[in-house]
């Protein structure tokens, strides 16, 4: 079998039944010179049988001894995988037609320069759709950093392709992170590399139940380890910074962590204290009132 040009990585725990709609959506692309590597994260439930259902011979199937999370079972994929670019999936979701082919002749005509090819995707929640990236993203393509870090991670993972040295080069998936690794590692690459961007949806992103993102702790956990490993450059921009402490504060506060929610918003204030809604909202917390 000759080397595939792209390696797709799906890890998976415990979604065997979403897992048919997610792998359908890649075996059917009209590009076809891929390898699809499956990582089960230590599933309990009927995962491999699922995946013994597809008879496809550019399907990789790994079971992990025990769970690493999201960053470890994708590092796993990353570490086997053969192609030059590097594609995502999630065991969730769902690809539509001509992602693949779309992105690739992209990078048939960018220069080495480009990393990283994403699309826009839709999140579906409950009834509602919504277009992500939002209108409120306005760099989309070329060096990203900045807007990378204004705005909560517009770049789904399952929509991006890139380039396996890029990955290597920046260190893979920081496995420390229980949420938002994703956006750490787009961070790391926009740092170095330009991104390009397709603005037609070619991703359904589907908020499921029992999803880590319904975790408080998790997503506090990951707020201080991306504010710790990308602070000198956060703290350039008090706007920026600013917003951070904020999310920081509210997750807390969620949380029932009270008196530490209340000293990060109270922080946000004061890294931008003309924003009159966080100003509003500090107050409330410090007086005990709802947000």
């Known amino acids: 079998m000759k080397t595939p ?85 999630d065991s969730d979701d769902q690809w539509l037609p001509g992602k693949l082919e779309a992105q690739m002749k992209v990078f048939e005509k960018a220069e080495e320069d480009v990393a990283v090819v994403y699309t826009a995707f839709i999140r579906k929640v409950g009834s509602k759709e919504l277009i992500v990236p939002p209108p409120s993203v306005k760099k989309t393509e070329g060096y990203i950093y900045r807007e990378l870090l204004k705005h909560v991670n517009f770049i789904g993972t399952p929509t991006a392709v890139v380039r396996k040295k890029a990955i290597e080069e920046v260190g893979g998936f920081d496995k420390r992170f229980p949420r938002l690794q994703d956006w750490d590692l787009f961070l790391r690459l926009a740092k170095k590399y330009r991104f390009k961007f397709i603005k037609k949806p070619y991703l359904i992103a589907y908020d499921v139940p029992e999803n880590i993102s319904s975790n408080p702790m998790a997503l506090i956990k990951a707020l201080k380890l991306l504010l710790g490993k990308h602070y000198e450059e956060i703290r350039k921009d008090r706007k920026i910074i600013s917003k951070f402490y904020q999310r920081l504060g509210e997750a807390l506060l969620g949380a029932g962590k009270k008196q530490e929610g209340k000293v990060f918003l109270l922080k946000a204030f004061i890294a931008d204290p003309l924003n009159p809604k966080l100003a509003i909202k500090t107050s409330a917390a410090i007086f005990g009132k709802k947000i």
Do not use: C, W
């Open 5 to 89: 040009k792209v390696s797709v990585i799906l890890p998976t725990f415990n979604r065997a039944k979403y897992l048919d709609r997610a792998i359908s959506s890649v075996l059917n692309q009209s590009f076809s010179d891929f390898e699809l590597i499956i990582i089960d994260d230590a599933s309990t439930d009927n995962t491999e049988e699922i995946v013994n259902m597809f008879k496809d011979e550019r399907i990789i199937y790994i079971k992990n001894p025990k769970n690493l999370g999201g960053a470890g079972a994708r590092n796993v994929g990353i570490h086997m995988a053969q192609g030059e670019f590097i594609a995502f999936q």
